[in-house]
């Protein structure tokens, strides 16, 4: 999965998808689990012809820290059910 930093700063982060999708619904419901996450959302503009954009705020922290914990924690979730499937 490629990813294209569309801003950045400390509080706020918006990247673009390049052809990936399904894993971006599992990342904004994992970050809205954050007390220090004000807003987070993902929208594609066409589905054939579009990348998804993806859009997190922070209130305290470092955004980028946090969406890497979130990514983390869903790689965990992924292994442990993974592991119970065996």
């Given amino acids: 999965m490629e990813v294209k930093i569309k801003k950045e700063s400390d509080k706020e982060l918006e990247f673009e998808v390049i052809e990936e999708k399904t894993i971006l619904n599992p990342l904004k419901e994992k970050l809205l689990e954050y007390e220090e996450v004000e807003f987070v959302e993902w929208k594609v503009a066409h589905p054939l012809i ?26 965990k979730d992924i292994e442990d059910l993974q592991k119970q499937l065996e």
């Fill in 50 to 75: 579009s990348n998804p954009e993806f859009y997190v705020r922070v209130s305290k922290g470092n955004v980028k820290k946090v969406v890497k914990k979130a990514i983390e924690e869903l790689k």
